[in-house]
Nanobody
Framework: QLRLVESGGGLVQPGGSLRLSCTPS????????TIWFRQFPGKEREGVACISGEDDKKDYVDDVKGRFTISRNKNTVSLQMNSLKPEDTAIYYCAAALGRCSWWARTYELWGQGTQVTVSS
């Protein structure tokens, strides 16, 4: 079965760091744009950071620039989150699709189950 598996969520204090990982099962992420979305309660998923499947170009939503870093290492895509704020609290999902990044969730056919990130003192 083709799927993505996220790990690394949890509870952290404001200003702290977490590292999320996205690992595929049954496929390679080579050539796939891989993106991290997050979803706040009652809201639609929003893109946070993406790495292109064509050239590893990285894109970030303005809110996380300078704080979050997306990277690819072999068959795992990670999201390093620093200087976390309470407003970063959400469920984080990774998703993948062949080719370039898109901020449109419907672009992606492969999804993980999500991992909760909670930033609170």
């Amino acid at each position: 079965q083709l799927r993505l598996v996220e790990s690394g969520g949890g509870l952290v204090q404001p200003g702290g760091s977490l590292r999320l990982s996205c690992t595929p099962s049954g496929l390679s992420l080579e050539g796939h744009a891989t993106i991290w979305f997050r979803q706040f309660p009652g809201k639609e998923r929003e893109g946070v950071a993406c790495i292109s499947g064509e050239d590893d170009k990285k894109d970030y939503v303005d809110d996380v620039k300078g704080r979050f870093t997306i990277s690819r290492n072999k068959n795992t895509v990670s999201l390093q989150m620093n200087s976390l704020k309470p407003e970063d609290t959400a469920i984080y999902y990774c998703a993948a699709a062949l080719g370039r990044c898109s901020w449109w969730a419907r672009t992606y056919e492969l999804w993980g189950q999500g991992t909760q990130v909670t930033v609170s003192s």
